[in-house]
Nanobody, 126 residues
Framework: QQQLVESGGGSVQAGGSLRLSCTAS????????VGWFRQVPGKERAAVSC????????YYADSVKGRFTTSRDNAKNTVYLQIDSLKPEDTAVYYC???????????????????WGQGTQVTVSS
C-alpha cells in the first residue's frame, strides 16, 4: 500500500553522472524527510544524504559532499539524488527512506526512517 521505489541506477564509467529517483505511492512524500543510504555486500549500510520535510534543508556524508545533490519535486511525489563525478567506491545498492523527522544530528540514523525502497544498483567502472 505505502511504498517507495528507487530507479535510475545503472553501470557507468568513473567521472560520469546518474540521477536516482525515489517515488512514493500511497502517501505524500512531501510530509516526510527523505534519506538516501547505500550498501555494499558484506559491509554496513551507510547514510548518504537527507532532505528535510520542514524546510528542505539538506545533509550529506563527508564522502559525497560536492558531488551528490538531493532535491524534491512534490508535484511528482519524488525525491532525487543527482550523482556527479562518480568514483568506483560509489558502487553500491542505493536505498531511499522516508521518516517523520526534521533532520539534524540524527539524519543519518537508519532507525528514524519508517519506509524503505527496494534499492537500485549503481556500478562505477574505472
Amino acid at each position: 500500500q505505502q511504498q517507495l521505489v528507487e530507479s535510475g541506477g545503472g553501470s557507468v564509467q568513473a567521472g560520469g553522472s546518474l540521477r536516482l529517483s525515489c517515488t512514493a505511492s500511497g502517501f505524500t512524500l512531501g510530509y516526510y524527510s527523505v534519506g538516501w543510504f547505500r550498501q555494499v555486500p558484506g559491509k554496513e549500510r551507510a547514510a548518504v544524504s537527507c532532505i528535510s520535510h520542514r524546510d528542505d534543508t539538506t545533509y550529506y556524508a563527508d564522502s559525497v559532499k560536492g558531488r551528490f545533490t538531493t532535491s524534491r519535486d512534490n508535484a511528482k511525489n519524488t525525491v532525487y539524488l543527482q550523482i556527479d563525478s562518480l568514483k568506483p567506491e560509489d558502487t553500491a545498492v542505493y536505498y531511499c527512506a522516508a521518516g517523520n523527522h526534521r533532520g539534524g544530528p540524527s539524519w543519518d540514523r537508519s532507525r528514524i526512517y519508517d519506509f524503505w525502497g527496494q534499492g537500485t544498483q549503481v556500478t562505477v567502472s574505472s
